[in-house]
């Protein structure tokens, strides 16, 4: 079973995370940031992850604390789950329509985390969310996941309809990545027979 469940605490935020990497996309989620929530939604629902947040955070100085730190816990319990990374297909990409929108995401469950991040946003927040931390909750989870991720908006306008592609085309990428492939099951999917460290 792929499954992992985490906790982190801080003096700025509580967060419980629990994924299993071969559920049905059933979720869980309160943060406090209602967007964040419809956003981790989608995360678990495309990508076929069960889900559980339970975030309690420092809102009343912002969000920013609360979605970093989220976004740390659920790429922890991500890389838990999925351990030595035997068997996975490891690469994945997706494109997410929506409406105007088009996002495109590449991703290598590499145990080398980077990311590259290509989205610009015409308004400064989206609900009460501000729109900068999209950024931070996919390079805070992307970090601690061991993911080399790289999203792109190649075009759109409407800023919820960007910010939702993102995570949806995150979710399909995830998916089609954490597969298990039937014809190396029982292999690491690299010629050093280990994911991580340096090229």
């Known amino acids: 079973m792929r499954t992992a469940t985490v906790e982190r605490n801080t003096y700025e935020t509580a967060i419980s995370v629990t994924v299993d990497l071969d559920g049905d996309g059933q979720y869980a989620v309160s ?26 955070g420092d809102l009343h100085i912002d969000y920013h604390h609360t979605t970093e730190d989220v976004g740390i816990a659920i790429g922890t319990a991500f890389s ?18 929506m409406d ?21 946003f015409q308004r400064d927040k989206l609900g009460e969310m501000d729109t900068e931390l999209f950024k931070e909750w996919f390079q805070a989870f992307a970090q601690a996941a061991g993911l080399t991720l790289h999203v792109e908006c190649l075009y759109g306008e409407n800023n919820h309809h960007i910010a939702e592609a993102a995570f949806k085309a995150l ?29």
Request: proline residues 4%; hydrophobic residues 40%; aromatic residues 6%.
């Open 100 to 120: 105007e929108t088009l996002v495109r995401v590449a991703l290598d469950c590499s145990n080398r985390p980077y990311l590259i991040w290509k989205v610009d």
């Open 171 to 199: 979710a399909r990428s995830l998916r089609q990545a954490l597969e298990i492939d039937p014809r190396r099951a029982d292999a690491i999917p690299s010629t050093k027979g280990v994911l991580g460290g340096s090229l």
């Open 31 to 56: 943060t406090g940031i209602g967007f964040l929530d419809h956003m981790l939604e989608q995360l678990a629902r495309h990508g076929l992850i069960n889900l559980t947040v339970k975030a309690e």
């Open 80 to 97: 838990q789950a999925l351990g030595d990374r035997k068997g996975i297909t490891r690469y994945g990409s997706a494109y997410a329509p």
